[in-house]
């Protein structure tokens, strides 16, 4: 059974930075970062396949970088300019499965 782990959240001001982290207990597959506000559904922040294709939320592109480092079988969420509707849960998923990380929280101040 690969198990997820996040972390990396913390508090910062609008306009600040965080990485994210998602450690793997075995290969990293393809991966997503999903978010959860409060009041709001899962939504779908950014992927990387096992080939290091990415993809990204039109509300994230061009601010947060996704990217993995298969020696250390961790994925990394880089997040800059980040602004007060970033505040979420932020959770690690392997595509195609039910196998999701505890989730790390983030919280944007104004």
């Known amino acids: 059974q690969v198990q997820l782990v996040e972390s990396g959240g913390g508090l910062v001001q609008a306009g600040g930075s965080l990485r994210l982290s998602c450690a793997a207990s075995g290969s990293i597959f393809s991966i997503n970062w999903y978010r959860q506000a409060p009041g709001k559904g899962r939504e779908l922040v950014a992927s990387i396949t096992s080939r290091g294709t990415t993809n990204y939320a039109d509300s994230v592109r061009g601010r947060f970088t996704i990217s993995r480092d298969n020696a250390k079988n961790t994925v990394y969420l880089q997040m800059n300019s980040l602004k007060p509707e970033d505040t979420a849960v932020y959770y690690c998923?392997?595509?195609?499965?039910?196998?999701w990380g505890q989730g790390t929280q983030v919280n944007v101040s104004s």
């Open positions: 998923n392997i595509r195609g499965s039910s196998i």
